[in-house]
């Protein structure tokens, strides 16, 4: 069905305001059309009522057409405006078309088809222009809420980077807190323990049994005491980039030899099995000699600590790439693979419970990882639950200068040279080496 418009015929002239009517009557235009004598009552229709089009004469007895469009611009009155204009004032109409009219007719050429098609021509135009400016209008909204929005971002960005900031700082300040009290506390440390060996010397006079035992227990305490701030010393030396290797030529077998005969009581204590195996053609490599030893003792302990029966396995052999391979095995309680990535995070046991049954700092596979990146080597871990866990620690036979600096931030971002795998650990060494080769490679 065809919209009924609402049109408004401004005009003095009855006769010209009639020729309108009849020209659109007799188009068959459906409509409601009002009609003003002068520009007054037309600005008064057309602010109290809504019009689809005004026809509108250029020479009205108050004011001309031009200043009408003007009033009508000034009170934002949106409404198309045909001009109907006398025989040759077409200068005047381009002059109204600049004003803000939409169209113009000379009265001359007035007939119901023009006039129709002038009509719903306005009308379409007017339409559309009002949607595109309700769409810019919207675009317009959009964009300053984006501007703001995006505002709200930076802000919330700098807040994230002072945040950022803060946590450094903490981060540095607990470092340097953890660095200063275990270095303060071996001083005090390393003479409880000095005094308790003092005292367990025969030339200082003989202890009774109980005695005996009672700082015999001292010492042990020291020593393990001494041991976790040592562990707390290093890794904030680690953290804060202060720790370098110091790399020497030397013997590995040698290394492992020794530290495995010093801890071989600890494995007979709990009737462990330890044995060791060392197949190099070559046995000298070029690295920080207390560095491997440290790496080998915290493996051993782990492997001691987390192992209630069965062995435990070291061995050492040459792999591809001029590189040596150290591999501690053992038949304990196994890691789940959802923990492989983690245990390696500083403080980060799988037990986190105050209660829990095997002690330790949560530091030990951290400062591994570590070192051997410093070292330019890789960690393979393999281990299944309540079947064992191995740790291999490939390393070139010769570490670089490159890599002998802990002022390497990339040490500190996570274990990305760990490789895990759940295969079972007691394989047969060659098979497992090869099983391990295309095991997943944890990128935390
Ligand atoms: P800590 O031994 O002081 O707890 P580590 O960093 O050396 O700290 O080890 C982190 C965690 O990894 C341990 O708490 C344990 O949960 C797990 N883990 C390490 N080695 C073994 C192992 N050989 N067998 C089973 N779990 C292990």
Request: glycine share 6%; charged share 25%; aromatic share 6%.
């Amino acid at each position: 069905m065809e919209e009924t418009l609402k049109i408004l015929v401004v005009d003095d002239d009855e006769v010209d305001r009639m020729t309108v009517r009849r020209a659109l009557t007799k188009a068959s235009i459906k409509m409601e059309l009002s009609e003003a004598k002068d520009g007054q009552s037309a600005i008064f229709a057309l602010t109290n009522h809504e019009y689809d089009c005004v026809f509108l004469d250029y020479r009205l007895p108050d004011q001309d057409g031009l200043s009408l469009i003007n009033q009508i611009q000034v009170a934002e009155i949106k409404v198309p405006l045909v001009v109907l204009t006398g025989q040759g004032d077409e200068q005047i109409a381009v002059e109204l078309m600049k004003a803000g009219a939409t169209d113009y007719l000379t009265k001359s050429r007035i007939s119901s088809e023009t006039l129709a098609r002038i009509l719903r021509n306005a009308v379409r135009v007017h339409r559309a222009e009002m949607q595109i400016a309700i769409a810019n209008q919207q675009i317009r909204e959009n964009h300053e809420l984006l501007i703001r929005k995006n505002q709200e971002l930076e802000k919330q960005r700098q807040q994230i980077q002072l945040q950022n900031l803060k946590l450094l700082e903490a981060s540095r300040l607990k470092s340097q807190f953890l660095g200063t009290m275990s270095h303060e506390l071996r001083t005090p440390m390393n003479a409880i323990i000095g005094f308790s060996q003092i005292l367990l010397r025969p030339k200082f006079g003989q202890l009774t049994h109980q005695q005996t035992d009672m700082v015999e227990r001292i010492f042990n305490n020291g020593k393990h005491l001494l041991m976790l701030l040592n562990e707390v010393l290093d890794f904030s030396k680690l953290e804060a980039g202060r720790l370098e290797l110091k790399p020497e030529l030397f013997e590995l077998p040698k290394i492992i030899n020794s530290t495995v005969a010093e801890m071989r009581p600890l494995f007979e204590n709990k009737k462990l099995s330890l044995i060791v195996q060392v197949d190099l053609a070559n046995p000298v490599i070029f690295n920080d000699s207390v560095r491997v030893r440290q790496i080998l003792v915290n493996l051993l302990s782990n492997a001691n600590k987390f192992t209630e029966a069965g062995e435990v396995w070291v061995e050492v052999n040459e792999i591809p790439g001029n590189r040596i391979a150290i591999a501690v095995r053992d038949t304990g309680i196994g890691i789940a693979p959802q923990d492989f990535q983690h245990i390696f995070e500083a403080f980060r046991q799988v037990d986190q419970s105050i209660t829990r049954k095997y002690p330790g700092t949560g530091l030990g596979l951290a400062i591994i990882d570590s070192l051997v990146r410093m070292m330019g080597g890789k960690i393979i871990l393999e281990s299944q639950l309540e079947v064992g866990s191995m740790f291999r620690i490939e390393l070139p036979r010769q570490v670089t200068s490159a890599t002998t600096t802990g002022n390497n931030p990339a040490l500190y971002l996570g274990s990305d040279e760990i490789q895990c795998s759940t295969q079972n650990p007691h394989h047969p060494y060659n098979q497992f080496s090869k099983a391990s080769m295309g095991s997943p490679h944890f990128k935390p």
